[in-house]
């Protein structure tokens, strides 16, 4: 997921989304510790995708605040 993408999306589906990422992770963490995970570059992929996309929920409650982050 881009950030861009994530812009577009309203605040109760990026909600929606990090719950979705969140547990695709703990799968991937669960997968890599049975030694079952094909492509371990996809955690690190995840965790980006949940930080972007907490960040863009972050930016939506400033800008409904009209303050700054500080």
Not at 49 to 62: E, F, G, N, P, S
């Amino acid at each position: 997921m881009k950030a861009a993408e994530a812009v577009k999306l309203s605040s109760s589906e990026l909600e929606l989304k990090l719950t979705d990422l969140k547990k695709d992770l703990f799968y991937l963490r669960m997968q890599h510790a049975t030694n079952q995970l094909d492509n371990p570059i996809r955690i690190s992929q995840v965790r980006k995708d949940i930080a972007r996309v907490k960040t863009v929920i972050r930016q939506k409650q400033l800008e409904a605040t009209g303050g700054s982050a500080t």
